[in-house]
């Protein structure tokens, strides 16, 4: 990207502990405030189940559309700052454990790329109903580099749960044989 080039730049927001709603719209107002960024939108929020270690308290997420100068890096790095400036400490994290916030980069324009401190886009995109349909609100037509576009990846994941859930009850299912047939039923 050429130096003062605005990049289309979606950041996932999440928080289960302390008010998570309250640290949501903390969060989402700091992502305002980035230099050099714009925040030009952002989904509601959605409360959904922990993904990680239960029992955990349910988690309210929401995406962050933005048009930032910064370099990927440079962003992940005012992200980590936004997270510590509301008490997240990352070196006692639980993967996947509660948090008061956490802020992930999702997508960053066309860019792929995979470091040892950032991948984006964000692997857990396409699988994760809480990015997914927050990215589907704000940016149905956004294509995600390497996985198509967002609308397209809803849908995909719709079918899939729908298969999940039928399988799961396929298996619930309780066969019932009558003893006498329905002619000599009492």
Do not use: C
Request: no cysteine; aromatic share 6%; proline share 10%.
């Amino acid at each position: 990207m050429p130096a003062g080039s605005w990049v289309p730049a979606y950041v996932g927001v999440g928080s289960n502990l302390d008010d998570p709603e309250q640290q949501v719209q903390a969060a989402l107002e700091a992502l305002a405030g980035l230099p050099d960024t714009r925040r030009i939108s952002h989904s509601a929020t959605l409360r959904n189940a922990a993904l990680g270690p239960q029992p955990q308290p349910d988690y309210v997420n929401a995406v962050a559309g933005l048009l930032t100068q910064l370099a990927p890096v440079e962003l992940l790095d005012a992200l980590l700052a936004i997270e510590r400036r509301q008490g997240r400490d990352r070196s006692i994290s639980v993967r996947w454990g509660p948090r008061r916030i956490d802020l992930d980069l999702l997508v960053y324009g066309d860019v792929v790329m995979e470091t040892e401190r950032l991948v984006v886009p964000h692997p857990g995109i396409a699988s994760r109903n809480f990015v997914l349909f927050p990215l589907l609100e704000i940016a149905p037509a956004l294509r995600v580099p390497g996985l198509g576009p967002v609308w397209r990846l809803a849908a995909a994941f719709n079918q899939q749960e729908q298969q999940a859930r039928y399988n799961r009850a396929k298996h619930d299912i309780v066969w019932a044989i009558p003893v006498t047939s329905p002619s000599k039923a009492p």
